[in-house]
């Protein structure tokens, strides 16, 4: 499967537990992964063949900006539900997230949750024609 790679996207959200985090905010990081047939794009060299790239970045920040939640988790899950939901050609989605800011009292890179999440009956389907 063919793979389109957002890799690095910052978005300011209000993300976190701490009440501070609700009310201050924070940068975060998306590495998002497309998987989709890309093979008709490869040949048409037709945007309109493949995903555009810009338009998953604005659906990936309403999603993610749209509320205020505790867990990154949960950020991560409302990413794949949003690329899933509006992007049909899309079979399988990566999103590892990543909050820099986290506050632990400790010296560290960042902390972050990777999820994977394939459409729904789409793999089923492909093996029952196998």
């Known amino acids: 499967m063919d793979k389109i790679i957002i890799k690095g996207l910052e978005l300011f959200a209000y993300h976190g537990v701490n009440p501070e985090e609700k009310a201050q905010g ?8 497309l998987e989709a047939d890309l093979s008709k794009a490869r040949r048409s060299d037709s945007l309109q063949d493949t995903i555009n790239y810009a338009a998953v970045r604005k659906t990936v920040q309403q999603a993610f900006t749209a509320e205020k939640f505790d867990l990154i988790e949960r950020a991560a899950q409302a990413v794949c539900d949003s690329i899933l939901a509006g992007y049909p050609q899309v079979e399988a989605v990566e999103v590892l997230l990543k909050k820099p800011e986290a506050p632990m009292n400790a010296v560290f890179d960042y902390v972050a949750v990777e999820l994977r999440q394939e459409r729904p009956g789409r793999r089923d389907l492909k093996c029952r024609l196998c």
Do not use: N, R, Y
Request: hydrophobic share 60%.
């Open 26 to 33: 924070q940068t975060f990081l998306l590495d998002i992964a």
